[in-house]
């Protein structure tokens, strides 16, 4: 059974820290991201920053003083410090690790959901300006590890940080690929457009219909998909179209682009593409996607697409071949986005476990 002692025996809280010059570094709320990684350093004017400012070093730990516990906290390991000292936001707490502890140790200690949620229970003030005591790190126990063990468990932690960081990096450059992709081989705007393509109204390649109303109590039980402006909103024994098709919103929500492999019953509020004249039909739901709809609203209370709006607009269309190919790249790089965001996903329950695991002494470093 491991000793227990105060969180405060670990750091310094809101330490006495002296910073001079005319401009220093200053990190805000916004210099740091959700999951505890701090983006930016500044250097601000010292004469346009406000009084009571927390004062930090390097390796010191900033903690949000304002719903610290939520699922994606504020606070951030300073590193990479190039001055003596710099100045945070009045909504951090400076946690300043005591000799022979190791600061990664504090860091992970303020991302666990354990240390947030005994934050949140200790907050003092009004709605809407609840803080964490400074009391609170005092009363807050955990277990002893040495310094050794710290280490040890920072090592740990710190590469499923690692791992989380490329599983970002990844994803992110996936859907920068995807969304050039989009852009360069399938924009519908004749001026950027290879001179093999077609060019001419939309009316001219497909054909948009309103949909058919049908109320809920009209429906029966079925597996038949009834889409309306904002996707598919119920199921009924009926279809009316045969499918594959593609629908999009024309009353309520505008802009968004459903595709269905099979039957489908479009409602009202919806229109769908009665004729492909040819054209890929997966390609035809990427092109109205593009299109960005919505930018045809009539303007009512309601916001309202008329077809008769949109027929008119002049596109630019490959032939069904390179529709084909446009559809497969544009589907493999969406199948590798969901991937990634799988994996991501997965690091991160490993993270939040193993977090909670080792610094409480559940699992043995």
Sequence with gaps: MRDVIEFSTLVEINPHTVVTGRSVPFIGMEDVSEDGRLLNIRR??????????????????LFAKITPCMENGKGAHVVGLKSDAGLGSTEFHVLRPRRDVVPRYVFHWTQSKRFRQAAEAMMTGSAGQRRV???????????????????????ILDAIDTRLARAREVLLKVERTLEGL??????????????????????????????????????REGD??????????SYHDTSIVAGPGVVTGRKGKLGRVFYLDG?????????????FGGNEPKFVALLLSMLRLERWDAATSVPTLNRNSVHPVMVA????VEQRRIVNAVESMERR?????????????????????????????
């Design 44 to 61: 601000r004017s010292v004469s346009d920053l406000s009084s009571g400012l927390s004062a930090f070093r390097n390796d010191d730990i």
């Design 133 to 155: 005591p400074v009391e609170f790190f005092h009363r807050y126990t955990i277990p002893q590890f040495d310094s050794a063990e710290q280490r040890r468990i920072v090592e």
């Design 182 to 219: 989009m852009s360069s081989l399938a924009d519908p705007r004749p001026e950027y457009a290879p001179k093999s393509w077609r060019v001419g109204p939309l009316g001219s390649f497909i054909q948009l219909q309103r949909g058919f109303d049908i109320t809920v109590a009209e429906q």
């Design 224 to 233: 038949v998909p009834v889409v309306s402006s904002s996707g598919i909103t």
């Design 263 to 275: 039957p489908f019953w479009p409602h009202d509020t919806s229109l769908w593409v009665k004729r």
């Design 317 to 320: 269309i490959p032939d069904p």
């Design 337 to 365: 986005i969901r991937s990634e965001r799988m994996e991501l996903s997965r690091v991160e329950a490993l993270r939040t476990g193993l977090i909670e695991d080792l610094l409480t002494g559940r699992v043995p470093v």
